[in-house]
Every structure is written in structure tokens, then in C-alpha cells.
């Protein structure tokens, strides 16, 4: 089944703690991005990768690294959470190779910094 | 760069009602469009999606979305809405390297 699946799905941690949220996607796609959602503020991306070795900011980078060192992974790591990051995030990946493709979205990560 | 306008924040209709929910997109070349559904607790959903072609879209669970490009606009609609559409609904634009921009999002109640 094509999927992207995110992990994990609920965390709570305290400012400071190094933490990384996982992505991986079994659909060969080039495209993987990251998004917090907000209330009144819709998904808002905060990184995205075009491809192996290919990240760049999205709107709201600050606070946060990604990686992508194989095609299926694209974690989001939070060097040091604050409570300004407590969000729900998703991953999603998309594809250009047959055209035009839909973003596929992970389940969702919610995490809470306190 | 390409930004999304959903203009209701909340919309509550009564169930077996029509529905239209609005989206107004900017974006200086040809716009591919999308709406996702987010059921509580639950991830992204695609409904429909507009490249190319017929202006009048057809999605899944009944919806159907209307590109209007003099208006810039991309509203979905719905002739009968079921107790289960309760939802909240994102609008997208997408770009030719798959990047997308959604709207704050439109949620809908649905009255009994």
C-alpha cells in the first residue's frame, strides 16, 4: 500500500531536548516536505527536498534541520524545542516523474514542548 | 510566490443542505489546485485536483470544485451534505517543482 508514515504519532518533551520526528515514503518519490499546522494558520511548509542530497527552507525554517540521505527518509529534527514549536506536523511526498502528482500526507505528528 | 485565500474560517449547514466553500488562489502562471479534507485527529485527504482541462472537476464522497481563472478561483461544492462531511477543508496551490501553499482552512459544521 502507498503510504507515508510518520513516527511518532503523539510526543510531549521538554525545551531543550534534541528530538526527531521520522518519514518515510514507499512511493519512490523525489518530492518530501514538511508542514506544521496551526489553528487560523493552515499547513504552513517548513522545509522541503527535491531530491537525495536536495533540502531548502520553507517558510517557517527557523528552529528546525532536515535530512535526506536516501530517497524514502526525510526526518525533521528540532535541535533544541521551545514551546513556539508545539504543532501538529506532517510529512508529505509527491512525484514530477509521470507529470503532475498530489502531495501525499503522513498521518500527522503531534508534538507538545513544555 | 503563490498564496491561498479561504475567506471562512467556519461554516455551519444543515444536513441534506448544499455547500460551497471558497478559495482564491494567487499565482503568476498556470495554478494546479487542490482540496484536502481533515477529519479530526485524522491526516490529509485528497478530494480533487485540477491540472489541466475540464474547469469542472469531480472528487471523491460526492464533491466537485469549479476553476475560474478570470476570478482566481477554486470553489468546492457539495448538493447535499451528509453528517459525515464534518470536516475541515484545506484549499492548495501547487507549482511546477511540487511546491504547494494551502489556505488557514475552512471548517465545516453540519446541523442535524
Known amino acids: 500500500e502507498a503510504q507515508v508514515t510518520q513516527n511518532p504519532r503523539y510526543l510531549i518533551t521538554v525545551t531543550g531536548k534534541k528530538l526527531t520526528v521520522t518519514c518515510s515514503q514507499n512511493m519512490n518519490h523525489e518530492y518530501m516536505s514538511w508542514y506544521r499546522q496551526d489553528p487560523g494558520l493552515g499547513l504552513r511548509q517548513i522545509y522541503y527536498s527535491m531530491n537525495v542530497e536536495v533540502t531548502d527552507k520553507g517558510d517557517v525554517p527557523e528552529g528546525y534541520k532536515v535530512s535526506r540521505k536516501e530517497k524514502r527518509n526525510f526526518p525533521l529534527i528540532l535541535e533544541s524545542p521551545s514551546p513556539n514549536q508545539t504543532s501538529l506536523y506532517f510529512c508529505?511526498?509527491?512525484?514530477?516523474?509521470?507529470?503532475?502528482?498530489?502531495?501525499?500526507f503522513g498521518q500527522g505528528t503531534r508534538l507538545t514542548v513544555v | 510566490a503563490q498564496s491561498v485565500t479561504q475567506p471562512d474560517i467556519h461554516i455551519t449547514v444543515s444536513e441534506g443542505a448544499s455547500l460551497e466553500l471558497r478559495c482564491n488562489y494567487s499565482y503568476g502562471a498556470t495554478p494546479y489546485l487542490f482540496w484536502y479534507v481533515q477529519s479530526p485527529g485524522q491526516g490529509l485527504q485528497l478530494l480533487l485536483k485540477?491540472?489541466?482541462?475540464?474547469?469542472l472537476v469531480q472528487g471523491i464522497k460526492g464533491f466537485e470544485a469549479e476553476f475560474k481563472r478570470s476570478q482566481s478561483s477554486f470553489n468546492l461544492r457539495k448538493p447535499s451534505v451528509h453528517w459525515s462531511d464534518a470536516a475541515e477543508y484545506f484549499c492548495?496551490?501547487?507549482?511546477?517543482?511540487?511546491?504547494?501553499?494551502f489556505g488557514a482552512g475552512t471548517r465545516l459544521t453540519v446541523k442535524p
Open positions: 508529505a511526498s509527491s512525484s514530477r516523474r509521470q507529470g503532475r502528482t498530489e502531495a501525499f
Open positions: 492548495a496551490v501547487g507549482t511546477l517543482n511540487n511546491d504547494m501553499r
Open positions: 485540477y491540472f489541466s482541462g475540464d474547469t
